[in-house]
């Protein structure tokens, strides 16, 4: 897939120019204090100094970095699912996520949805049904606030993960497909005793759990090759994106590698990571991870990654306004300058999901922009323009 069809686009109504300006405007290799003209929702020039139109908009200052690109959130399932035993309307849904989504800066999402039931949440295969209903319903209608596509989680060794992709694997709004096994025991899940002290919280008897525990390790020696040879094969010749997920070992990696994946997304391990990089691969890593200082599951530190040299992007995962935040984070002396950290949310993820009209300021690409000013540090998200139409 290359860049989306202009006639395609949300918004259809716009103003004719818009002229932004007194900018700290991220470019793909500095910080330009200037003005960045818009013309029918795109990019017309970016110039040094402030504008004298009368007409202009003064950013007073602030910065404006490219619309943020979120490979990876799961952010429509926690809205479905607000509170256990809670579930939302499925169109109610999507649309506190892509007014979510957009307050965060990012103008471009794929929403991340899980294909294949282990046994975590007994709704799941429901709310991706639902979710790409609703899609195709809004597609085109300029409802949307930010452009959305599908990201197709796929649990490998679900024993019903693919008669729910085959319908769905040529689906105009699939950018990315991932590998996932949360099998116990494995990846994520690696730690048995985490695993089982999670089961706990969720109410299950010691008995309950070490039967679970057989089940899907019994369910996973017998699914997970061939699912995974039929997975593959359904997925040749198709242009869409393939990634791992939770990475464990420079044995998973080059399994992946072998079979044509390019992208490690959030890989549990720091050699894992590694290895990614050595045989070409991109990683991906967890923003939340950055904000929060380590990870929610005892993996490896997100910042540990970067500081290695071994982080291509940044997904939100669950947290969509983790993506600016962690950015700025990172755009210290001792990490990164502040156009290489706003690559991570931006050009990097744009060019890994084949979206070369987004993802930078320059003449030519969608006008995708969002004005950000630190308060003491913190990053705070003040405008969102998509394709030139302001959002948030």
Aim: hydrophobic share 45%; proline share 6%; aromatic share 4%.
């Amino acid at each position: 897939m290359t860049a989306i069809d202009r006639t395609l686009l949300p918004h259809t109504e716009r103003p004719r120019e818009t002229v932004l300006t007194n900018a700290r405007i991220v470019l793909p290799d500095s910080v330009l204090t200037g003005s960045v003209v818009i013309e029918g929702g795109w990019i017309s020039d970016v110039q040094p100094g402030g504008s004298a139109l009368p007409g202009a908009t003064d950013l007073e200052g602030d910065y404006l970095i490219p619309g943020v690109i979120d490979l990876h959130t799961d952010n429509l399932e926690r809205q479905v699912l607000p509170r256990a035993n809670a579930r939302w309307p499925s169109r109610s849904a999507l649309l506190v996520h892509d007014a979510q989504v957009a307050a965060a800066g990012v103008t471009t999402v794929c929403d991340a949805l899980c294909l294949g039931d282990l046994g975590y949440e007994k709704d799941r295969v429901r709310t991706f049904l639902e979710a790409v209903a609703d899609l195709d319903e809004f597609a085109g209608t300029g409802l949307l606030k930010a452009e959305h596509f599908l990201h197709l989680r796929c649990e490998v060794p679900a024993p019903d993960m693919l008669e729910l992709v085959d319908p769905v694997a040529d689906h105009p709004l699939v950018r990315i497909v991932s590998l996932m096994d949360h099998s116990p025991g494995v990846g994520q899940y690696a730690d048995l005793d985490r695993y089982r002290a999670m089961r706990r919280r969720e109410g299950m008897s010691e008995a309950e759990i070490e039967q679970r525990i057989l089940e899907l390790q019994t369910q996973r020696a017998r699914l997970l090759a061939p699912n995974r040879r039929a997975l593959l094969a359904r997925l040749a010749g198709l242009s869409v994106v393939l990634a791992s997920h939770d990475d464990e070992t420079e044995a998973d990696i080059a399994r992946n590698h072998e079979d044509g994946i390019r992208i490690s997304e959030f890989p549990v391990s720091l050699p894992a990571a590694a290895a990614a990089k050595a045989c070409g691969m991109e990683v991906i890593a967890g923003a939340p991870n950055l904000v929060r200082g380590g990870s929610h599951s005892g993996n490896v530190a997100a910042l540990d990654l970067v500081r290695e040299g071994l982080v291509d992007a940044l997904a939100s995962d669950y947290v969509p306004a983790s993506l600016i935040e962690a950015a700025f984070l990172l755009a210290t002396p001792s990490q990164l300058v502040l156009a290489s950290a706003i690559a991570l949310i931006t050009a990097k993820p744009a060019r890994m999901a084949r979206l070369d009209d987004r993802g930078r300021i320059a003449p030519g690409t969608r006008a995708d922009l969002v004005r950000v000013r630190l308060h003491d540090g913190t990053p705070v998200v003040r405008e969102v323009w998509c394709v030139g139409w302001r959002v948030a």
